[in-house]
């Protein structure tokens, strides 16, 4: 079995981690009503990735500061942060804290001080920076308390070729140290030709870092209090600055433009193409391929072009997805074929299609859907709430909904279960080897006995008895030698 998904296995810290994430900016240009940290990459909202990222680390607390769309954020990250698993001991405790007005990044963190315990080491990330991964972070916390070592400030940084807006690392003379962050707007022509650039992510050691958040001042070109004014009091204070470099500049993208977000998008859905190739899943077109969630593959799995996963999906060995298929929440089983234009998806209560079993093309499956090994079902055909056990069929044009059906039964074209009248549902039950004739409606709660068939344009209100031909429509009369009535000839005028 593999696995492909935006989560990763939990790691544990020595010392408790406490996240900042910094969500109080406006996003300006997205142009977008939504909160910009609440935009969705890989199906997710942003600030879910990164609380999903600070739960992994197995993070005590997260500060979430929240300025523009405070409630809204406030309420959606509640829910996502109430999703995560429980990776430690504990549930990592969301707190949030306002940032009004916006004065800068340092005024951001500053408002978290007064939550922040001293035994721990903080760790700032952004809002809008969803695919850092926890071990990248746990390497820069691992930088904070090193063996034998007095704690150091450790910063995220990358080399870039385009550094344009970004806070450029200072060194000394000789490069080992260290000295600050000079922002673009502040740099001078020679600052401005340095490469590496600071991420907006660093760790440090808590108490040290609130003492440097209290010396920062407004004194630079955009009369705000910038976080990483912080590098230059941990260098007065003798405290060693540490730049962890990393190499994968996706991780330290952030999202500014709807452009960023589909880049950012594309670059994910590529990377998670490529890992699933790894492998051993055959697709298509990597380029036409999107998971918004986590797939699991068996071997020998095929998966066409065009194809969205969503929520947790598993595919057994030998696996064929046709086309343009939408697939979410489901447990798909061994030699299952999914043609071409299939939709499913199990939201909550899930989809299981067992071994064998053909689904589609234009089949839709919906929530409780069970369907049994080399169970078939064809075009236009909507499954909710109902199992069909080993064998079923229905192949054209039908609807099953609240509905048990048993081993080899036939489901005929245009046939559907009536299961709701108008204020509950019912359940209806086809016992094993009942033959549904075409356009049959079957009005719940009705039980169709074993062996049974339903002859073709019957509206089924009462229960059947197993072996019966059960007829329920009109008796057919015809009148020999029918002579059409004539169109009258128009009189004339
Ligand atoms: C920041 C860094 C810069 C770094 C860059 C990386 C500072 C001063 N500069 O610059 O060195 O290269 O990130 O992307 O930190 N935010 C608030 N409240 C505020 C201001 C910002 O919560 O008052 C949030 C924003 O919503 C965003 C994050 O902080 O999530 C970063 O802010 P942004 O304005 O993008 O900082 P940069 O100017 O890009
Ligand atoms: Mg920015």
Redesign the pocket.
């Known amino acids: 079995m593999s696995e492909t998904s935006n989560t990763q296995a939990p790691l544990s810290p020595e010392r408790p981690i406490d996240v900042i994430v910094?969500?109080?900016?406006?996003?300006t240009r997205m142009k977008s009503n939504l909160p910009?940290?609440l935009q969705r990459l890989a199906g997710k909202p942003l600030l879910s990735h990164v609380l999903g990222t600070a739960s992994q680390l197995r993070a005590r607390m997260a500060v979430v500061?929240?300025?523009?769309g405070a409630s809204e954020v406030e309420t959606a990250a509640t829910q996502f942060a109430q999703a995560l698993p429980v990776l430690g001991s504990a549930q990592m405790d969301c707190k949030f804290v306002r940032?009004e007005?916006?004065?800068?990044?340092?005024?951001?963190v500053q408002q978290a001080v007064p939550v922040l315990p001293d035994d721990g080491v903080v760790l700032v990330l952004?809002?809008?920076?969803p695919l850092t991964q926890a071990g990248s972070l746990q390497d820069l916390i691992a930088c904070v308390s090193r063996p034998g070592q007095a704690d150091s400030l450790a910063l995220l940084t990358i080399e870039s070729q385009d550094p344009t807006?970004?806070?450029?690392i200072v060194r000394s003379a000789d490069g080992q140290q260290v000295l600050g962050?000079v922002?673009?707007k502040d740099a001078n022509a020679q600052q401005l030709q340095i490469k590496e650039?600071?991420?907006?992510i660093m760790a440090a050691p808590a108490r040290q870092f609130k003492t440097w958040l209290a010396k920062l001042d407004k004194n630079n070109a955009?009369g705000?209090?910038?976080?990483?004014?912080v590098v230059k009091w941990a260098v007065a204070d003798g405290v060693q600055v540490v730049a962890h470099q990393i190499d994968d500049a996706l991780q330290?993208t952030?999202i500014?433009s709807p452009q960023h977000l589909a880049q950012l998008e594309r670059a994910f859905q590529s990377q998670q193409a490529q890992d699933l190739m790894t492998q051993g899943v055959r697709l298509a077109d990597p380029a036409r391929f999107d998971l918004r969630g986590s797939l699991v593959c068996a071997s020998d799995v095929e998966i066409d072009v065009n194809c969205v996963f969503e929520g947790h999906v598993s595919l057994g060995e030998g696996v064929r997805i046709g086309p343009h298929c939408v697939i979410a929440n489901a447990q798909i089983e061994a030699g299952v074929v999914v043609q071409a234009f299939t939709h499913i998806d199990g939201e909550k209560a899930g989809v299981t299609i067992g071994q064998g079993a053909s689904i589609g093309p234009f089949a839709r499956l919906r929530p409780g859907a069970k369907l049994g090994a080399q169970v078939h079902i064809g075009n236009f055909v909507e499954i909710k709430n109902a199992s069909l056990a080993q064998g079923a069929k229905a192949n054209h044009l039908a609807y099953l909904g609240d509905a048990t059906v048993g081993e080899r039964v036939n489901f005929g074209a245009g046939s559907i279960t009536a299961n709701y009248d108008g204020a509950n549902k019912h359940q209806t039950v086809i016992e094993a080897d009942v033959h549904v004739g075409s356009n049959c409606v079957l009005v719940a709660p009705v039980t169709l006995g074993a062996g049974g068939t339903i002859g073709g344009g019957s509206t089924v209100t009462k229960d059947t008895a197993p072996g019966a031909l059960t007829l329920a429509r009109g008796k057919q009369t015809s009148l020999a030698n029918w002579a059409r009535p004539q169109k009258k000839s128009a009189p004339k005028s």
């Open positions: 910094m969500a109080a900016g406006k996003g910009k940290v500061i929240i300025g523009h940032q007005p916006q004065l800068g990044t340092g005024h951001a952004s809002g809008d920076v807006g970004y806070g450029r962050i922002e673009q650039v600071y991420s907006g955009q705000e209090y910038y976080l990483t004014d330290v952030g500014n």
